[in-house]
């Protein structure tokens, strides 16, 4: 088990001992590396389907007559961050889902991970 959530009919001791349990410096830290690595995780799997068009984009910026193509990189820039938002909602959503509201145990990153 990688996480515990607080049942909906829970008594007024089981949600104090859970909110303090998950207010806890430790489950802050551990939800912290949760986002970073789900953010890494749909990132990397993002870059993996579409790496050869931001190539293309990253050596159109460091190619020395990127001044008669900038409109060609200016193009990519809205694709980029379109890209990005899917991939930050996505991972915002699996973030809700699987860690908050929930106490993470240990071992909770490779759960994530391959979720």
Same mark, same amino acid.
């Given at each position: 088990? !990688? ?12 949600? %104090?001992? $859970?909110?303090? !349990? ?14 970073? %690595?789900?953010?890494?995780?749909? =990132? ?20 020395? %007559?990127?001044?008669?193509? @900038?409109?060609?990189?200016?193009? $990519? @820039? ?7 938002? =899917? ?11 699987? !860690? ?8 909770? =990153?490779?759960?994530? @991970?391959?979720?």
């Amino acid at each position: 088990m !990688v996480s515990k959530s607080l049942r909906d009919n829970a008594s007024e001791l089981e949600r %104090a001992v $859970f909110f303090t !349990v998950y207010n806890s410096r430790q489950q802050r830290f551990n939800r912290s590396v949760a986002m970073i %690595a789900l953010l890494i995780k749909y =990132i990397s799997c993002g870059l993996i389907l579409v790496w050869p068009v931001y190539l293309l984009f990253i050596l159109l910026l460091v190619s020395p %007559a990127t001044a008669e193509y @900038i409109w060609y990189t200016m193009a $990519f @820039i809205p694709g980029l961050i379109f890209w990005l938002r =899917i991939y930050f909602k996505s991972a915002l959503k699996e973030y809700r889902r699987l !860690v908050k509201n929930h106490i993470l145990n240990k071992g909770f =990153i490779r759960g994530l @991970i391959f979720a």
